[in-house]
């Protein structure tokens, strides 16, 4: 069975961190371009992150930057999402996703086939 497991949501306080993991299972995600999304309650969903199958290539959304990184480790068929000075406004579900298609416009939800069942990230003191 293909799928994508996300997991490392929780509650944290505003400042602080928390690294996602995406795992797949049922195939090899060393083939696809990787995108992180998040959606808040009453919005559409919005692409965080992305990364191309060398890793190499890693657009974010201009909330996130400076803030997040993505990575992958093809070996352990895994990619992460580190999130560090988290504020209140990154409370959302977070999805991974995978893709075949080019990395060109990586960051819209459109553009992948398979899906995690997302995780849920809430920013509250």
């Known amino acids: 069975q293909v799928q994508l497991v996300e997991s490392g949501g929780g509650l944290v306080q505003p400042g602080g961190s928390l690294r996602l993991s995406c795992a797949a299972s049922?195939?090899?995600?060393?083939?696809?371009?990787i995108g992180w999304f998040r959606q808040a309650p009453g919005k559409e969903r919005e692409g965080v992150s992305c990364v191309d199958v060398s890793g190499l290539i890693t657009p974010y959304a201009d909330s996130v930057k400076g803030r997040f990184a993505i990575s992958r480790d093809n070996a352990k068929n895994t990619v992460y999402l580190q999130m560090n000075s988290l504020k209140p406004e990154d409370t959302a579900v977070y999805y991974c996703?995978?893709?075949?298609?080019?990395?060109?416009?990586?960051?819209?939800?459109?553009?992948?086939?398979?899906w995690g069942q997302g995780t849920q990230v809430t920013i509250s003191s």
């Open positions: 996703a995978a893709s075949r298609r080019g990395i060109g416009g990586c960051l819209l939800p459109r553009l992948y086939d398979i």
């Open positions: 049922g195939f090899t995600l060393g083939g696809y371009n």
